[in-house]
């Protein structure tokens, strides 16, 4: 592993330096290669389908695995639009000079080594590869085991194209095996993996920070919500709740629990439940929303913290702004959250005080997409604080450094 | 534990949206009742200074925790230097519109709560508390148990200064108890505690990072390298050597090795050894720098990763610029490193390569340094990649979030 880790390395301090178009005439060539051997790839695919289904994966499971003909088209297409994107590294983000007449320059730098542990979906694999080769990162890759024939294969094809353009192949690593021991060592490579991406769910990524000693950019829960607002539009709110709870429940940025000020909830209400109701969603809700809507489920204190991730919903009026902010900063997971309000002062009041990575006015929850903020790509929605918050696209994938260039100043 | 984080934490969200002007007033009275507090302070002071003597604390230790007139001085001085900095929270990083016309800012806002561990100085209390407090962080301060009763009385009079300008005095939070559970304990309230800056030696890095499960701001060690190029100004080389190295030999920033290219090895190394000797640095060189300088001890492997933090200095002669930038990144600690040339070629092509968190060209190693850069203050100089590198000042003390405005947009 070490071994591994440390080619890896070397092969992205070269990789760190190559311009914006050696990076893309090697992005097109993984893309071409990836459509020519499509049958290899499906070759291999078939395998880990077989094991899939001796295993007995669920069909949800065995779907994600699948790499049909339009799926390896798609994972082609991607690359090549990963490769007409703006090459973050070598931005200047600040350049100024000292009294003493040095002028330091702040630029934009790969972060180096990125460290990559995801399971089942196997074009993972081609995304994180290009989107970190374009960044100037080395990249080691290491999926699930029940992806394991297709992500090698893939791997392959993407260090033929790699070799094709005399670039080093080791700047796309594959962890080729599937033992669990190897993960905690490669957690332990400080100083050589520069940052551990995890992409998957919660347990895995729980398990990965709770044993690295390498930094970890986190995709964790979004516990999202939507507050309507004393001063909100109706068609509006109504439109924004059901679009970020119905048009793709299954995903981080859809809305789990919506809030409703009390001086609205008894007009507001019934529209929402009959428009949720139509839209199959079940609703847990609070006391007074009860009252309003009586056939709906009672909702339990853990109501409030779920992520459902399924055609459900929590609902509760409030008293007031204050309380829907303090609801949001206590029970949400800092994600993606919304006010609907005509008001530019509840606006204003909400934006600021709500402690989320996106914060939405009248806008659904749904936009916390790297694609949807013109990045271009993204390889998942962070829900840390540091370094990188919300959508993580090409330039997240970067530090910086600074340059300080004088003509001979020494400190007195 | 958790309950002191806790109210820290709800301080801090209250502290997140305080004015400039407000948390200046409150910086203000910080300084002056320390300064009104002198005494006080040092009948504390002298609590620990009698513990040290009966532990038998070296010289050094005891000089770092005595609080004199002077350093209690210095310590309000330096509040009073914070508040008149710019407050970052706030600032717009960025800021534009997609084509389904919603609005993006990207906004400077607080890390959130801070945790900080450090080792014997007390006035990094009243330091880490101002830096946390002006860029809008809530702070959880845990000094050694060698400074308690100075710690104790410091933060005491901090949260009276918060009271007396009707801040939330949890704001700056103080484990009051030396038990080392409690700092294993502090270290996975992840979610509560939003990044652990410990200040101290290597072990206790080393000890925070392996059981943090909330993120950490590191602040390693400073294997610092000069290298001197064909193209050297001889006069200007020496001078930055000897000033990078002897200065203040004990710091983080200071040089531990030479590289010398082989092109001007005969030349300059008999200035260097010279000015050295002169200096009282021990020399400890390579092969071909003993041959030219014979009197020197001849360096071992360990000498190349060293931070001797002392007058000591390691020599090697490279055969170019490449062997040299290869050295620094293979052996360097990612610190400060510097070339002297004139070439402009060789001063890019090292600025590039070199992997630091500052190159330097032509400038001594001794201004990695948040005051020489102009940041007015700094809670230390990071080595990690990640959020922070270089220089930490109030900046590096925020985060961002993303504030999307709009007038009903949906997703298809």
């Not at 390395?9 to 020519?36: E, F, G, P, W």
């Not at 779907?63 to 003909?69: F, M, N, Q, V």
Request: with cysteine; hydrophobic share 40%; glycine share 6%.
């Amino acid at each position: 592993m070490k071994n591994l880790a440390v080619k890896a390395k070397t092969a992205s301090r070269a990789l760190a330096i190559k311009t914006a178009s050696q990076k893309n005439i090697v992005l097109k060539q993984m893309a071409k290669l990836l459509k020519n051997n499509a049958s290899l790839i499906q070759k291999e695919n078939k395998k880990d389908l077989i094991n899939a289904k001796k295993n007995q994966l669920s069909g949800a499971m065995i779907d994600r695995l699948t790499l049909s003909d339009d799926r390896i088209k798609a994972m082609a297409d991607g690359i090549i639009q990963i490769a007409t994107l703006k090459d973050p590294v070598g931005e200047i983000i600040e350049q100024w000079e000292q009294p003493n007449k040095m002028r330091i320059t702040k630029q934009r730098v790969p972060i180096g080594l990125v460290g990559i542990i995801f399971e089942s979906r196997p074009n993972v694999t081609a995304d994180a590869a290009a989107l970190c080769l374009k960044s100037g990162n080395g990249c080691i890759l290491r999926g699930g085991k029940e992806a394991f024939y297709s992500n090698s294969v893939i791997v392959k094809i993407l260090q033929s194209a790699l070799k094709d353009k005399t670039f080093d192949p080791n700047m796309i690593s594959f962890v080729n095996k599937t033992d669990r021991a190897l993960v905690k060592e490669m957690l332990r490579l400080e100083g050589i993996i520069d940052v551990i991406i995890p992409r998957g769910g919660k347990s895995l990524i729980k398990a990965v920070t709770e044993q690295s000693l390498i930094p970890v950019i986190k995709h964790y829960d979004g516990n999202c919500h939507i507050y309507v607002d004393k001063f909100a539009d109706f068609k509006m709110a109504l439109e924004i709740c059901i679009n970020a709870k119905t048009q793709r429940p299954g995903v981080c940025n859809a809305a789990e629990t919506f809030l409703i000020h009390e001086g609205v909830a008894k007009k507001f209400l019934p529209l929402l439940g009959k428009e949720l109701n139509a839209h199959k969603v079940e609703i847990r809700g609070c006391t007074q929303t009860k009252k309003i809507l009586p056939k709906i489920k009672k909702a339990s204190k853990d109501d409030w913290v779920m992520e459902y991730l399924d055609l459900i919903v929590a609902i509760k009026v409030v008293k007031d702004i204050d309380e829907a902010i303090n609801h949001i900063n206590n029970f949400g997971s800092g994600h993606s959250d919304c006010i609907v309000s005509k008001n530019k002062l509840a606006k204003n009041n909400f934006v600021e005080r709500v402690d989320s990575a996106v914060v939405f006015a009248n806008v659904s929850t749904r936009f916390n997409d790297g694609f949807e903020f013109g990045f271009g790509a993204e390889i998942g929605i962070s829900t840390d604080r540091l370094h990188a918050r919300g959508p993580v696209g090409l330039k997240e994938l970067t530090t910086y450094k600074y340059v300080v260039e004088g003509n001979g100043q020494i400190k007195n």
